[in-house]
């Protein structure tokens, strides 16, 4: 009998994780269709010049390398691969859309999420991916970066970026908004009235994906001055440990395409009395954020 439950049970949550993973795959194809949100992310500077340099300023890493790029997109990042010396490039993506200029030498895998997808290549000397979404995890796409460094990367093979941090700060707000919601807008610098806060530190060489479902902090904030609630933000690290000759840090605190998540509290508070953060991963793409409990509903965005 329990044999008998225990397999009911183990149906039970393949079907469940079937049908999450089905969804949120959906979810993402449906966004990342679109060409003008790839407009988007090709016209950040920041952004694009930080793979850039990651990835041609490295010949160490990258000379003779073999590359896969999670997620490729119009490629990209694959064209920085080829540039730096790497004498194979792959490049997977759920989509298809227009590729950029360099990448006559890439094999493209198109059409199939990296864990049903068959690679042309057993294992990568570097795997590298732009999978973050706002406030890092949202949009789900760790899922196949992790699944790629736990497959796809050899040992001692490097994964870029390796390293990453969220932070929180308080804002006083000069624009309209809607209390107890969650928004992605930009927060000019001059709004920003406390230090920032590092709530979460992670290590992608080692992380585990479920420990990206949930992330909890305490928050202090030595200052007593009021806020109308709290941007989240993050840094991805091309860390030393693989990017000898130059070591890069993607931040989105200044104005990039990811914006700010933008937490409205219902009425100001004081920055020293904001205790505890919390946001947990939903089915499809998003997390639920809360701030001492208080819930924050899903805004969309704001810009």
């Known amino acids: 009998m329990i044999v008998y439950l225990l397999i009911i049970l183990c149906v039970i949550v393949f079907i469940h994780v079937g049908s999450f993973e089905s969804k949120n795959t959906t979810a993402i194809k449906k966004v990342y269709e679109d060409i003008e949100f790839h407009r988007g992310m090709l016209a950040d500077s920041h952004r694009v010049d930080t793979y850039k340099v990651a990835l041609t300023q490295n010949p160490s890493l990258m000379k003779g390398a073999k590359v896969l790029d999670v997620g490729c997109g119009t490629g990209i990042l694959s064209s920085f691969a080829v540039e730096g010396g790497a004498s194979n490039v792959v490049g997977v993506d759920l989509v298809s859309v227009p590729k950029c200029k360099g990448v006559d030498d890439v094999q493209f895998v198109i059409g199939k999420p990296i864990q049903k997808a068959e690679l042309?290549?057993?294992?990568?000397?570097?795997?590298?991916?732009?999978?973050?979404?706002?406030?890092?995890?949202?949009?789900?796409?760790?899922?196949?970066?992790?699944?790629?460094?736990?497959?796809?990367?050899?040992?001692?093979?490097?994964?870029?970026?390796?390293?990453?941090?969220?932070?929180?700060?308080?804002?006083?707000?000069?624009?309209?908004?809607?209390?107890?919601?969650?928004?992605?807008?930009?927060?000019?610098?001059?709004?920003?009235?406390?230090?920032?806060?590092?709530?979460?530190?992670?290590?992608?060489?080692?992380?585990?994906?479920?420990?990206?479902?949930?992330?909890?902090?305490?928050?202090?904030?030595?200052?007593?001055?009021?806020?109308?609630?709290?941007v989240?933000?993050?840094?991805?690290?091309?860390?030393?440990?693989?990017?000898?000759?130059?070591?890069?840090?993607?931040?989105?605190?200044?104005?990039?395409?990811?914006?700010?998540?933008?937490?409205?509290?219902?009425?100001?508070?004081?920055?020293?009395?904001?205790?505890?953060?919390?946001?947990?991963?939903?089915?499809v793409i998003d997390y639920t954020f809360w701030v001492d409990g208080e819930e924050f509903k899903e805004g969309g965005w704001n810009i």
């Open 120 to 230: 042309p290549i057993k294992k990568f000397d570097v795997v590298v991916s732009e999978w973050m979404g706002p406030a890092l995890y949202q949009e789900n796409i760790i899922d196949m970066f992790l699944y790629a460094r736990d497959k796809y990367l050899k040992p001692g093979g490097a994964l870029l970026p390796d390293m990453g941090s969220i932070y929180v700060c308080g804002f006083k707000s000069d624009t309209n908004g809607f209390n107890g919601y969650k928004t992605l807008e930009y927060v000019e610098p001059q709004n920003i009235v406390t230090d920032d806060y590092v709530i979460h530190n992670v290590d992608f060489t080692t992380v585990k994906l479920r420990d990206t479902f949930k992330i909890s902090s305490d928050i202090k904030f030595d200052s007593d001055v009021l806020v109308d609630g709290l």
């Open 232 to 283: 989240v933000w993050f840094d991805t690290t091309f860390s030393r440990r693989f990017c000898k000759e130059q070591p890069c840090v993607l931040d989105t605190k200044r104005k990039t395409c990811w914006f700010h998540t933008v937490l409205r509290f219902n009425k100001p508070r004081k920055a020293s009395d904001i205790r505890k953060i919390k946001f947990v991963r939903q089915e």
